[in-house]
């Protein structure tokens, strides 16, 4: 059963941090190399608003288990109808579906705000994270090769793209 999901608020955000910092720690789900702070996560929930949501789901008792942001692609105007995605599962809800019901309510959510483009920008190597994309609808746009070093490795980027 997917759990809830529902708006962010700045109760939330030592649980997203907390999420979002094991995948800074553990994985090339981020590019990030140190953890956010609790001043750096409430910088990033300010920047977002109701027009650059952030969702959260939640367990049975209430604790955040996942999350989910749209953000500006870049900031120039002319890119104010394309977004990019953001989602992250707590390590221990992982192959339940929740990653696709966040992608699937940001997909939803943006289609209501009017946006004409999602953007996904998923290291290249993890897969499972593209086939999510690829699967509600997302496209490879491009790649880009050995632009990030992380864990002592050189990493490739692949964009992808759900346009309406």
Not at 48 to 62: E, N, Q
Not at 79 to 98: I, K, M, P
């Amino acid at each position: 059963m997917i759990p809830p999901i529902r708006p962010a608020i700045a109760a939330d955000l030592p649980a997203i941090n907390i999420i979002y910092n094991h995948y800074v720690l553990h994985s090339t789900c981020t590019y990030q190399l140190t953890p956010s702070t609790g001043a750096e996560r409430r910088a990033w929930f300010d920047q977002h608003s109701p027009s650059h949501p952030v969702m959260v789901a939640t367990g049975p008792d209430g604790t955040v288990v996942g999350w989910a942001s749209l953000s500006p692609f870049l900031s120039r105007p002319a890119y104010q109808f394309t977004v990019e995605d953001s989602v992250y599962v707590h390590a221990d809800h992982l192959r339940r579906g929740l990653g696709r019901a966040l992608l699937a309510n940001l997909l939803r959510r943006s289609d209501e705000l009017g946006y004409a483009n999602v953007i996904a920008i998923i290291s290249a190597d993890q897969e499972p994270s593209i086939a999510l994309h690829r699967e509600l609808g997302f496209v490879v746009a491009g790649r880009l090769v050995n632009v990030g070093f992380k864990f002592d490795r050189w990493l490739d980027v692949v964009f992808m793209q759900r346009s309406r």
